[in-house]
């Protein structure tokens, strides 16, 4: 089946530091999907992408679908100690009428003060 | 205009019993989705309903359920609890006839089972 790669599995960096993360895959999807989860919390959207080469902003984040379809990155810059959190990829690929998201093992990140 | 709930929170369950979480999309949200999330295995699928209608599924075994009312309103079942069913398990809703508008997430139910 599809699946995203996504790592490493954690990352600690100093506060004030861009920190870039990438998702993987062998497989081409249609959208890429960002998410942050806070503890105790459901994810909540960041950016989403639905087109190749496609770059998008919010904010301090930055995301791209990259050219392949089959990879996405997320930039965080500036980062602040509220970045701290597990930050999920989601590809998604439609067939027909139906669409599957599949969703990476997330990334933890960590903001030094 | 209020976000996606899941009742209860936080359940406490022994092996062999079953359970049943609930599910309110976001208003006018027909479309809602169940996750699985542990810390091993990330976010898994288990299923999709839209318009009453079971639309996709992961690859849970049966005791594995869902349903969804003419309200949207949405529950899964699991029965014969495992220890390995402790979970948080997440629902999502969009707004989508055909699987292209983005989901969001609920708080999740934190399921232990004993």
């Known amino acids: 089946g599809q699946q995203l790669n996504q790592s490493p599995q954690s990352m600690f960096i100093q506060e004030g530091e861009d920190v870039s993360m990438n998702c993987t895959s062998s497989s081409i999807f249609n959208t890429w999907l960002w998410y942050k989860q806070d503890p105790g919390e459901g994810p909540v959207l960041l950016i989403a992408?639905?087109?190749?080469?496609e770059l998008t902003s919010n904010g301090r984040l930055t995301a791209q679908f990259g050219i392949t379809r089959k990879d996405s990155f997320l930039n965080i810059s500036a980062s602040i100690p509220s970045d701290v959190g597990i930050y999920f990829c989601a590809g998604r690929v439609r067939t027909g009428a139906n669409s599957k998201l599949t969703f990476g093992k997330g990334i933890t990140l960590s903001v030094r003060p | 205009k209020a976000g996606v709930t899941q009742t209860p929170r936080y359940l406490i369950k022994t092996r062999g019993q079953q359970v049943t979480l609930s599910c309110s999309p976001i208003s006018g949200h027909r479309s809602v989705s169940w996750y699985q999330q542990t810390p091993g295995q990330g976010l898994q699928f288990l299923f999709e309903?839209?318009?009453?209608?079971?639309?996709n599924k992961g690859n849970f075994p049966g005791r594995f359920s869902g349903r969804q009312f003419s309200n949207s309103r949405s529950e899964m079942n699991v029965s014969t609890l495992e220890l390995g069913d402790s979970a948080l398990y997440l629902c999502a809703s969009s707004n989508s006839g055909g699987g292209d508008n983005e989901q969001f997430f609920g708080p999740g139910t934190r399921l232990t089972v004993l």
């Open positions: 309903y839209f318009s009453e209608t079971q639309r």
């Open positions: 992408l639905y087109k190749a080469g």
